[in-house]
C-alpha cells in the first residue's frame, strides 16, 4: 500500500531563516506530488505541482520554491522565512494517469517568530 | 478562477441525525470533485471522489452528489456519531492532474 510521510511534524523558526521541508511517498511510482499551504482562518492554498522529477509548477509567487530531485521526494524551501510563511503545510500525491485522487501527509506545522 | 464556497461554516447536531453539507463552485467546467475530512491539527483523509460524468458516490455512511450544471454538491452523513466530528472539506479540480480548489470548510461537532 502506499504511505506518504512529512517530516519535520512541528517547527519553529525565526524570521529569515532558511525553510526545508520533506516529502515521500513509497508503494507508488511516477506520482503527481503537491505542496498546500493552509494558513489560519483561510483555505487550502495550492503552493506547488510536479508531474515529474524536475518538473515544478508554481501556482503563487512568494518567497518559497519547491525541487523534486526523486520521484517520490518532494521538497520545500525557502531562502529566508517571512512571518507571512506561519502554517499548515500539506504534501499530497496522486497516481495520475486518470486517477486524481489526491492523498495527503500528516503535514507540517510552521511557527515563524 | 474557479472559487468554491461551502455552507454552513459550522455545524453541530445531536448524535443519530442524518445531516447534510453543502458545497457551490462557480466554474461548472469541472473534472472532478472530491470530499475531505480533516481531525484538528491532522491531514486530510478522502472521503469521496466524484468524476464530472457522476451523480452520486456512496461510502458506508457518505453519500455525495454533484450537479455540475448549477455547480453544487452535497455530501449527506447518516446516522451521525460523535467519531464523525471534524472539519469537511470539498475540493474541486478543473484541470485533470493539476491543482484542487478547496472551500473553506464545514466544522462539524455531533454531540452524544
Known amino acids: 500500500s502506499q504511505t506518504i510521510h512529512q517530516w519535520p511534524a512541528t517547527l519553529v523558526q525565526p524570521v529569515g531563516s532558511p525553510l526545508s521541508l520533506e516529502c515521500t511517498v513509497e508503494?507508488?511510482?511516477?506520482?503527481?506530488l503537491y505542496w498546500y499551504r493552509q494558513a489560519a482562518g483561510r483555505g487550502l492554498q495550492l503552493l506547488f505541482y510536479?508531474?515529474?522529477?524536475?518538473?515544478i509548477s508554481s501556482e503563487v509567487p512568494q518567497n518559497l520554491s519547491a525541487s523534486r530531485p526523486q520521484d517520490r521526494q518532494f521538497i520545500l524551501s525557502s531562502k529566508k522565512l517571512l512571518l507571512s510563511d506561519s502554517g499548515f503545510y500539506l504534501c499530497?500525491?496522486?497516481?495520475?494517469?486518470?486517477?486524481?485522487?489526491?492523498?495527503f501527509g500528516p503535514g507540517t506545522r510552521l511557527t515563524v517568530l | 478562477k474557479q472559487e468554491v464556497t461551502q455552507i454552513p461554516a459550522a455545524l453541530s447536531v445531536p448524535e443519530g441525525e442524518n445531516l447534510v453539507l453543502n458545497c457551490s463552485f462557480t466554474?461548472?467546467?469541472?473534472?472532478?470533485l472530491q470530499w475531505f475530512r480533516q481531525d484538528p491539527g491532522k491531514g486530510l483523509t478522502s472521503l469521496l471522489l466524484?468524476?464530472?460524468?457522476?451523480r452520486e458516490q456512496t461510502s458506508g455512511r457518505l453519500n455525495a452528489s454533484l450537479d455540475k450544471s448549477s455547480g453544487r454538491s452535497t455530501l449527506y452523513i447518516a446516522a451521525s456519531q460523535p467519531g464523525d466530528s471534524a472539519t469537511y472539506l470539498c475540493?474541486?479540480?478543473?484541470?485533470?492532474?493539476?491543482?484542487?480548489?478547496f472551500g473553506k470548510g464545514t466544522s462539524l461537532l455531533v454531540t452524544p
Open positions: 499530497a500525491w496522486a497516481p495520475g494517469l486518470g486517477d486524481d485522487t489526491q492523498y
Open positions: 466554474d461548472s467546467a469541472i473534472y472532478n
Open positions: 510536479s508531474v515529474g522529477i524536475g518538473q
Open positions: 508503494g507508488t511510482s511516477n506520482p503527481n
Open positions: 475540493a474541486v479540480n478543473s484541470n485533470s492532474g493539476y491543482a484542487l480548489n
Open positions: 466524484i468524476q464530472s460524468s457522476q
